[in-house]
T-cell receptor, first 112, second 113 residues
Framework: KAGVTQTPRYLIKTRGQQVTLSCSPISGHRSVSWYQQTPGQGLQFLFEYFSETQRNKGNFPGRFSGRQFSNSRSEMNVSTLELGDSALYLC???????????FGSGTRLTVV | GESVGLHLPTLSVQEGDNSIINCAYSNSASDYFIWYKQESGKGPQFIIDIRSNMDKRQGQRVTVLLNKTVKHLSLQIAATQPGDSAVYFCAENIEGNNNDMRFGAGTRLTVKP
């Protein structure tokens, strides 16, 4: 079966712009989590969605938001981009919030 | 705050040798742990997991050891191969806590031919 698909793979944006990243989980998986990965901070939890509801949220500013659709696909949005938002954004899915994520390959966001 | 941490940021081993990657965790409530492998340009890949009611679990060429007394986790890779070169992360979770996994900083494993 297909894995977790993230689009786009690479993105370059200018400071102040906004961006939307997409994640399609493994078929049947209802939980989708988002992580930000940077060399300095490592993997940091952004938020988790299950059945279109945000169940858990990390310590990121309100500029970072997300949503999940009825087909479990998820998007995350970052508004008013800052240089420090440059990172690899990873999406991971699991069956029902159970342990053992499957990660996508990520979206590499560069803010210039 | 409580966090997951790694003892060594880099590890270099000879092909064929065994590798041991260590991880310390501080949240005594954590009861589920996972090791991930991340190769360049890819997302983390699940290697092996262990629950707190166990102290050892074996997979194919990998073994995870859990010492709850000192809050220490290790990943042992037998007969390390060049394809094992990657960054390895440990992650902790409180089972049932909505998948809020906390990851360590990662250890870069380099396998020398």
């Amino acid at each position: 079966k297909a894995g977790v698909t993230q689009t786009p793979r690479y993105l370059i944006k200018t400071r102040g712009q906004q961006v939307t990243l997409s994640c399609s989980p493994i078929s049947g998986h209802r939980s989708v989590s988002w992580y930000q990965q940077t060399p300095g901070q490592g993997l940091q939890f952004l938020f988790e969605y299950f059945s279109e509801t945000q169940r858990n949220k990390g310590n990121f500013p309100g500029r970072f938001s997300g949503r999940q659709f009825s087909n479990s696909r998820s998007e995350m949005n970052v508004s008013t981009l800052e240089l420090g938002d440059s990172a690899l954004y990873l999406c991971a899915s699991s069956l029902a919030g159970q342990n053992g994520y499957t990660f996508g390959s990520g979206t590499r966001l560069t803010v210039v | 705050g409580e966090s997951v941490g790694l003892h060594l940021p880099t590890l270099s081993v000879q092909e064929g040798d065994n590798s041991i990657i260590n991880c310390a965790y501080s949240n005594s409530a954590s009861d589920y742990f996972i090791w991930y492998k991340q190769e360049s340009g890819k997302g983390p890949q699940f290697i092996i997991d262990i629950r707190s009611n166990m102290d050892k679990r074996q997979g194919q060429r990998v073994t995870v050891l859990l010492n709850k007394t000192v809050k220490h986790l290790s990943l042992q890779i037998a007969a390390t191969q060049p394809g094992d070169s990657a960054v390895y992360f440990c992650a902790e979770n409180i089972e049932g806590n909505n998948n809020d996994m906390r990851f360590g900083a990662g250890t870069r494993l380099t396998v020398k031919p």
